[in-house]
């Protein structure tokens, strides 16, 4: 954009410099004031006329050059100023202003862990624009060494303080999750801070024990548009719950899919749904909250074949749940993929649903022994089939995929239907054709 505001620029120089040139030969060769041209042009005013007196016609003709220069010096002096506002490496020129509806803060969510450092340091390294992606870290506990962390970064971030440190009251059994308490009341000050009191329309939530992929900005800014425009997605997350290194395709580092279960570990809402959840916000485990069909409502998020982010942290309330079984195993992208040149209207609910549905029960169903010694002839995909609760649990425990469901959703889960490699092949773990909906029982 600067190359091309610069080429226009020097061309309206020349061609300004042309002109006054040409004018300049037109004046030095008009015809004496009686006579008409030979367009029948008519008399210019007398104060311009030339004379019988050579000298003073001389005179005046200079000092009508003289403010034609000056003319243009003016008018040079203005499209010089105008290319400085452009010119990259100037310092003192004003900041592009970028669309507020274009700005896509990350909010990330911080309390005593002062390994935040990896987190930030990543987001900034890898970070196109602070216009387009102003980092808000967000922080509870009132942890000192982790506040002092947050602070060195300067104005490369916003730090906010969540005021409130109380402990909570609780029913005697919960507690032992006095923490996923603080959790949920700590995203729910931390959201209201991002749309309510600093007016943006749309946030990437990362917890601060997440690493980026390099291409973690261009994956949100290109889903933006998407998930303004199809209100049959609530989310887009950066995470694969079954992504781990051997169950997901390296050479398919641009496939993204619908999910009906809410991934989280890095993912962008928009203010229109935060002020559909806020009034409801549940007191402790929000993200299961989320996974609820009152909240869900039938729509569904975007997440990567490859992972967007990467957890760095075994420590915390949830004390290391599936973290040495499953999280730790996570492939990160390592790929820059340009999002944002892609189409990606494939994605888009009608069309997505048609061409996953053929996809899917157009493949071969295969026996679970073939699966798992790795028998499969032919590059595949191929069709696993679940009948009930217990046979999916047993075939995904089994085949090494996360078996937990939520109100009946599956962890990847699309029309109940989870996608996976196995020993190379492309693997549709699937209820039988004609599925209509979710039990919540299967929980």
Not at 10 to 18: E, N, P, Q, R
Not at 83 to 94: G, H, R
Not at 105 to 131: G, Q
Request: glycine letters at 6%; a positive charge; proline letters at 7%.
């Amino acid at each position: 954009m600067i190359r091309k505001r610069g080429s226009f620029i020097l061309c309206g120089t020349f061609l300004f410099i042309t002109w006054n040139a040409i004018l300049v030969l037109l004046l030095w060769g008009r015809p004496p004031s009686g006579q008409t041209g030979e367009h029948g042009q008519g008399k210019r005013d007398v104060a311009e006329r030339p004379t019988n007196d050579m000298v003073g016609d001389v005179l005046r003709m200079a000092d009508t050059f003289e403010a034609e220069l000056e003319m243009q010096r003016k008018i040079l002096l203005q499209i010089k100023n105008q290319q400085s506002l452009w010119d990259p490496s100037n310092k003192n020129a004003p900041k592009v202003v970028v669309p507020h509806q274009l700005v896509i803060p990350i909010l990330v969510i911080a309390c005593n862990r002062v390994t935040v450092r990896r987190c930030l340091d990543k987001l900034l390294e890898l970070r196109p624009s602070a216009e387009l992606f102003p980092i808000i870290v967000s922080q509870d506990c009132g942890h000192a060494e982790t506040a002092e962390v947050i602070r060195s970064y300067g104005n490369q971030v916003i730090h906010l303080k969540q005021p409130v440190l109380s402990d909570i009251a609780v029913r005697p059994e919960h507690k032992k999750f006095q923490g996923y308490y603080k959790i949920s009341r700590h995203y729910r000050w931390a959201l209201n801070q991002v749309f309510k009191t600093l007016s943006h329309s749309s946030a990437v939530v990362v917890e601060d024990d997440l690493e980026v992929a390099p291409d973690f900005f261009e994956y949100f800014q290109a889903l933006l548009p998407l998930l303004k425009s199809d209100p049959t997605l609530w989310c887009v997350s950066a995470w694969n719950d079954n992504g781990r290194d051997g169950y997901v395709d390296p050479g398919s580092a641009n496939l993204l899919y619908r999910t009906d279960f809410f991934p989280g570990l890095g993912w962008m809402l928009l203010r229109e749904m935060w002020e559909e959840l806020e009034p409801k916000w549940p007191a402790s485990f929000w993200d299961d909250w989320m996974r609820q069909p009152e909240q869900r409502r039938g729509r569904a998020c975007i997440r990567p074949e490859i992972s967007r982010t990467l957890t760095f942290g075994r420590k915390g309330v949830s004390l290391g749940q599936f973290y040495d079984k499953y999280l730790r195993y996570i492939k990160l992208n390592t790929e820059f993929v340009p999002f944002t040149k892609l189409d990606l209207s494939y994605l888009k609910e009608e069309k997505y649903r048609e061409h996953f549905e053929k996809e899917v029960y157009r493949a071969p169903v295969v026996p679970y022994e073939d699966v798992k010694q790795g028998q499969l002839k032919g590059t595949g995909p191929y069709r696993l089939q679940y009948s009930s609760k217990d046979s999916f649990k047993i075939l995904a425990k089994n085949l090494g995929v996360m078996d937990d469901l939520k109100s009946g959703v599956p962890r990847t889960g699309y029309r109940g239907v989870v996608s996976f490699i196995s020993k190379g092949r492309r693997i549709y773990l699937a209820p039988p054709p004609g599925w209509t909906k979710y039990d919540p029982s299967w929980s």
